[in-house]
């Protein structure tokens, strides 16, 4: 990789927010952390949508022992949280601009039984990426070398602890289906903003 090219480090995120697709679009080199150890209350498992009562936490349960490797991290079937997502999902948007036009791309993640969370976010991201026409090629945080290129690190800076302090990308309001007494709700999962702004999204990011 050429010196001058600036790596951006993402951590792994569940349906991720629009700040982590953000960065994800406009970095020159994008990695993915698949070495660190597994965090609990992050986007890593977590999603936010907006229902008819404000934010809604999606939160993907998950079998991690002590400092469990993120890659290691499996994912638990004790309780039904695919069928209470995908019902969420359809409370929110089934009435949104896109959702129909979108729903049998994201309806199956919901079926189909994945073993561990890393495994489960990545093949979602990627249907995201396509949807965004996003090709960026990236690579992983344990096969990079250490030579040369500057690092920007967003692995901690997307939490849902603390509101994103980000200058470059002050979020626009755009039209919400659960639109809340006037107010526009920032920064929830990439998915409010396509099934809301559809082949918009790209631009609206970029």
């Known amino acids: 990789?050429?010196?001058?090219?600036?790596?951006?480090?993402?951590?792994?995120?569940?349906?991720g927010n629009i700040h982590h697709y953000f960065y994800r679009i406009n970095a020159e080199a994008v990695v993915l952390e698949d070495i660190e150890r597994y965090k609990k209350q992050?986007?890593?498992?977590?999603?936010?949508?907006?229902?008819?009562?404000?934010?809604?936490n999606l939160t993907v349960p998950v079998i991690a022992k002590n400092h469990s490797i993120i890659r290691d991290v499996k994912i638990s079937?004790?309780?039904?949280?695919?069928?209470?997502?995908?019902?969420?999902?359809?409370?929110?948007?089934?009435?949104?601009?896109?959702?129909e036009y979108y729903r049998d791309y994201f309806e199956p993640f919901?079926?189909?039984k994945y073993d561990f969370l890393?495994?489960?976010?990545?093949e979602i991201e990627s249907v995201v990426l396509d949807l965004l026409d996003e090709s960026k090629p990236f690579e992983l945080f344990s096969q990079i070398g250490q030579e040369g290129t500057a690092v920007v690190d967003r692995?901690?800076?997307?939490?849902?602890?603390?509101p994103v302090e980000d200058t470059n990308f002050l979020q626009k309001p755009y039209r919400?289906?659960?639109?809340?007494k006037g107010m526009f709700i920032p920064n929830l999962s990439i998915v409010d903003l396509l099934f809301n702004q559809g082949t918009e999204s790209y631009l609206y990011l970029s």
């Open 176 to 180: 919400q289906m659960m639109f809340s």
């Open 42 to 56: 992050t986007f890593r498992n977590r999603c936010q949508i907006l229902g008819a009562n404000g934010i809604q």
């Open 77 to 99: 079937y004790d309780i039904q949280w695919q069928k209470q997502h995908w019902k969420a999902m359809l409370a929110a948007y089934n009435h949104s601009p896109y959702f």
């Open 118 to 122: 890393w495994d489960f976010n990545m």
């Open 110 to 112: 919901y079926q189909k």
């Open 155 to 162: 692995r901690e800076a997307i939490t849902p602890k603390k």
């Open 1 to 15: 990789m050429e010196q001058d090219i600036t790596r951006t480090i993402l951590a792994t995120s569940y349906l």
